[in-house]
T-cell receptor, first 110, second 113 residues
Framework: NAGVTQTPKFQVLKTGQSMTLQCAQDMNHNSMYWYRQDPGMGLRLIYYSASEGTTDKGEVPNGYNVSRLNKREFSLRLESAAPSQTSVYFC?????????FGPGTRLLVL | AQSVTQPDIHITVSEGASLELRCNYSYGATPYLFWYVQSPGQGLQLLLKYFSGDTLVQGIKGFEAEFKRSQSSFNLRKPSVHWSDAAEYFCAVVKDYGQNFVFGPGTRLSVLP
């Protein structure tokens, strides 16, 4: 039982490049989330999916897109990376009014 | 709008000393309340949560938290800190039956030997 897994763990991009962050959960949760974590700002919600087939914007959605591929998987895409998107990205899944987090992806945009 | 404040950005305690991390929230009704811990380079691990009932809740790793409605607070405590408790601690709140969390900015805990 792996919980929430994320790939890759680290990534370096050049400005303007695109990439997709992958997230999968094996807890049969309906809801999934993408956050970014920046120093002194806690976690900020980018997008969430309350159930398979639905996605909604969070606090900081600009520059990102998401896909809820199925109940298990929720991906985050950066179409044209910018230095301001340098951050640590966390995926979470939600059940029983509690969220469970993956180990994170560290992204550096040069 | 809901908000969560953690007044202390950084706290340093000696190993074996007691610890209290503060958390205040602004929300009209009683929200669901959580404490998470994040060790360096790791994801967030749930320490404990409060939904209803007994206002003193026990969590993992010897932590406890007390919900005080009158003060809109949910402070985290541990009677004797271990060096392995050095980490960042996040308080979070969510509306009843909702799923979207609001996180505080975090408190970084350092432990002196």
């Amino acid at each position: 039982n792996a919980g929430v897994t994320q790939t890759p763990k680290f990534q370096v991009l050049k400005t303007g490049q695109s990439m997709t962050l992958q997230c999968a959960q094996d807890m049969n949760h309906n809801s999934m989330y993408w956050y970014r974590q920046d120093p002194g700002m806690g976690l900020r919600l980018i997008y969430y999916s309350a159930s398979e087939g639905t996605t909604d914007k969070g606090e900081v959605p600009n520059g990102y897109n998401v896909s809820r591929l199925n109940k298990r998987e929720f991906s985050l895409r950066l179409e044209s990376a910018a230095p301001s998107q340098t951050s640590v990205y966390f995926c979470a899944s939600g059940g029983d009014q509690t969220q469970y987090f993956g180990p994170g992806t560290r992204l550096l945009v040069l | 709008a809901q908000s969560v404040t953690q007044p202390d950005i950084h706290i340093t305690v000696s190993e074996g000393a007691s610890l209290e991390l503060r958390c205040n929230y602004s929300y009209g009704a009683t929200p669901y309340l959580f404490w998470y811990v994040q060790s360096p380079g790791q994801g967030l691990q749930l320490l404990l949560k409060y939904f209803s009932g007994d206002t003193l809740v026990q969590g993992i790793k010897g932590f406890e938290a007390e919900f005080k409605r009158s003060q809109s607070s949910f402070n985290l405590r541990k009677p004797s800190v271990h060096w392995s408790d050095a980490a960042e601690y996040f308080c979070a709140v969510v509306k009843d039956y909702g799923q979207n969390f609001v996180f505080g900015p975090g408190t970084r805990l350092s432990v002196l030997p």
